[in-house]
């Protein structure tokens, strides 16, 4: 493996072994920091993600007042001064860079402010859609404001006292529940959240652990306002979403065999695993615990001939991220998989549906391009070739575990988009490849 200022050449060949603990969980950590800053007291985050998108949150709160520094032994503590300890950021502005978790998750405390917030992002964010927020939110009794109605810059004037809402969400979006469940603990009465298939409940356990009172139903959630957060020690496990390229990195490199430590598999994020076992993938758990509220093991993967299987809207919520590393599985797999339901991947980081096809298709797959999917023919042979992450983090290691099983080497643009979610991914990749 080479490297120049911004793409990676991956050289084929060779199996993965050994043991890895993945990055620490992305979204966990977000919601880590957001409840310790509204806690009273200080906090502990053990463990946290040392990324970019974190660190935007960490940041964002310090601009509100809160103290957030890095003890010795790397944790994060964070000295909340309660859900009313917030001041106004200097200049009025918080930039969120390519997160929006930050920006959104962000935008359900500042709406019970007494004070006005700008909230930027970097160019991708910018083009994310924003209205899924703000139409409650101002509903609630915020004054928002956004580009054509839906796109940041956000203009954020707080109302406090909120009003509560009973709001069914168009699309499963944890971001947006979050968002509502964190301007509800603002509001005047109860703030209710319905979504159309249940999305990834970390909030719901972290709110629950830190002493909030919830009412859950099998696709909705309430929350009365006016509740106080407790202190705490956070443990921030591995995220799955990063531990799945090395998982269908190991599964299509002949023999490999790994061993992936602490990793988090909450029943709303594990929908890999099930549809992996369905295309007979040679994954197993190990030590199942839980820590905080939330589900731990260790995960066990060795190479395995994989075959096609349907992914559908049923499971997607459970693995939205994971869609592009799972269609380089299927261009490897034995038979047609297709992917529905996916229609969120085109207003991620980037189009994640369009650029899968075209990028895996320059590299010899048979990819057709779905209005909310893919339709993959496999097994093909893949063939190195210059493919650009455009930015995503996602689908620059996406496009490295499609590399490691090409035949001749495959360039990989704007490689260190990887810096997002996962900053040591290039190091554990080579650390982990041995001659097969």
């Not at 970097?122 to 994310?128: E, K, V, Y």
């Not at 999305?199 to 629950?208: F, G, I, K, Q, V």
Request: charged residues 25%.
């Amino acid at each position: 493996m080479t490297v120049s200022t911004t793409s990676r050449v991956i050289i084929p060949g060779g199996a993965l072994r050994g043991e890895l603990r993945p990055p620490p969980d992305k979204s966990i950590t977000h919601r880590a920091v957001i409840l310790s800053a509204l806690a009273t007291g200080p906090s502990r985050i053990v463990h946290p993600l040392e990324a970019d998108d974190c660190r935007r949150t960490a940041e964002a709160f310090r601009s509100l007042g809160v103290l957030v520094e890095t003890d010795g032994r790397n944790d994060w503590i964070i000295v909340g001064h309660g859900l009313y300890g917030l001041r106004e950021p200097d200049g009025g502005t918080i930039y969120c860079g390519n997160s929006g978790t930050t920006m959104r998750l962000l935008s359900g405390v500042l709406a019970g402010q007494p004070f006005e917030t700008k909230l930027m992002g970097d160019h991708s964010l910018s083009q994310r859609p924003m209205a899924r927020i703000v139409e409650p939110l101002t509903k609630m009794g915020a004054g928002i404001s956004a580009r054509d109605g839906q796109y940041a810059p956000l203009h954020i004037q707080g109302r406090r006292p909120l009003q509560g809402l009973s709001w069914d969400s168009s699309v499963a979006s944890a971001q947006v529940k979050s968002c509502l469940l964190l301007a509800g603990l603002y509001a005047e009465g109860v703030t209710t959240v319905r979504e159309p298939e249940r999305s990834r409940d970390h909030s719901e356990r972290m709110l629950a652990a830190a002493g909030v009172k919830l009412d859950m139903g099998e696709k909705s959630v309430s929350i009365r306002g006016g509740q106080t957060l407790n202190a705490m020690e956070w443990v921030v496990p591995s995220d799955i979403s990063s531990a799945a390229f090395f998982i269908i990195g190991a599964l299509l490199a002949p023999g490999s065999e790994l061993l992936l430590r602490n990793v988090n598999v909450n029943p709303t994020r594990d929908g890999i695993l099930e549809v992996l076992r369905k295309m007979g993938a040679d994954v197993r758990l190990e030590d199942m615990r839980s820590v905080a509220g939330e589900p731990l093991a260790d995960i066990v993967v060795k190479s395995s001939n994989l075959k096609a299987t349907r992914i559908g809207a049923d499971v997607m919520p459970r693995l939205i991220d994971e869609v592009p590393v799972l269609a380089v599985a299927a261009t490897q797999a034995q038979g047609v998989t297709e992917i529905t339901g996916a229609q969120e991947l085109r207003v991620k980081e980037s189009d994640r549906l369009k650029l899968v096809a075209d990028q895996l298709n320059k590299m010899g797959a048979e990819i057709e391009e779905l209005p909310d999917g893919l339709r993959i023919e496999g097994p093909t042979p893949l063939k190195g070739a210059s493919v650009d992450s455009h930015t995503d983090h996602r689908l620059a290691m996406s496009f490295a575990v499609a590399g490691l099983v090409a035949r001749g080497e495959t360039t990989i643009l704007n490689a260190d988009a990887v810096d997002i979610s996962f900053p040591t991914f290039w190091s554990d990749l080579e650390k982990l490849r041995v001659a097969s």
